[in-house]
């Protein structure tokens, strides 16, 4: 039949053992002998074989709904897959993205299709539709970002001098100008200095 026990288990059982029924409201009323136990049980086999093929019928329908899900044109009932970035990341609406190959170009997610976005192009000065491959996720740079970009800069003008027999006076205007550039990242607003 089904995974799931026969829904008049507890009909049968109570056929067997308990004689009296109650009605509505309660009371207890004598069993109606005019059924026999035969009528009864080719009943509650009728009961069980609807509901043996409501449930098999409900299983069909969640490996259809699987299949479905994991399907390329991945929509039905209405319902699309959302697109992901270069990065798998999903695009949702209000999303903003930035452009792989030039990262200050960044798009407000306005709509999304399954294997684009949509947003304003200030480019062209209209609402434009853009490859999502050629998108990732822009995140607001932090303070660490900046000192780990500061670090690295430093450790290139660091391994650029070893060994070399340069006046010092250049390492240190390298290293004043990387100092200056990332100090301006750093600023707090309103900080005159």
């Known amino acids: 039949m089904s995974e799931h026990t026969p829904i008049t288990g507890e009909l049968r059982e109570a056929?067997?053992?308990?004689r009296t029924?109650?009605?509505?409201?309660?009371?207890?009323?004598?069993r109606d002998l005019t059924i026999t136990q035969a009528e009864f049980d080719r009943i509650c086999d009728a009961i069980d074989a609807v509901h043996a093929g409501l449930e098999r019928e409900n299983a069909e329908l969640r490996e259809r709904l699987a299949v479905l899900d994991n399907a390329d044109e991945n929509m039905h009932d209405g319902w699309v897959r959302l697109p992901v970035d270069a990065d798998g990341?999903?695009?949702?609406?209000?999303?903003?993205m930035e452009n792989i190959i030039c990262p200050?170009?960044?798009r407000e997610v306005t709509g999304v299709g399954v294997e684009c976005f949509y947003g304003w192009d200030d480019g062209n000065g209209r609402y434009s539709q853009f490859d999502v491959n050629c998108y990732r996720h822009h995140h607001a740079t932090t303070v660490e970002d900046v000192l780990r970009e500061m670090h690295a800069?430093?450790?290139?003008?660091?391994?650029?001098?070893?060994?070399?027999a340069i006046d010092s006076d250049e390492?240190?205007?390298?290293?004043?100008?990387?100092?200056?550039?990332?100090?301006?990242?750093?600023?707090?607003a309103g900080d005159a200095s």
Do not use: N, P, Q, W
Request: with cysteine; aromatic share 8%.
């Open 21 to 30: 029924f109650c009605d509505m409201g309660g009371h207890a009323i004598a």
């Open 15 to 18: 056929m067997v053992t308990d």
């Open 153 to 164: 800069e430093l450790d290139e003008v660091t391994a650029l001098y070893v060994g070399e």
């Open 171 to 188: 390492r240190d205007r390298d290293e004043a100008r990387i100092f200056a550039e990332y100090a301006a990242k750093l600023r707090l």
């Open 89 to 96: 990341e999903t695009i949702h609406v209000g999303d903003v």
């Open 104 to 106: 200050s170009v960044h």
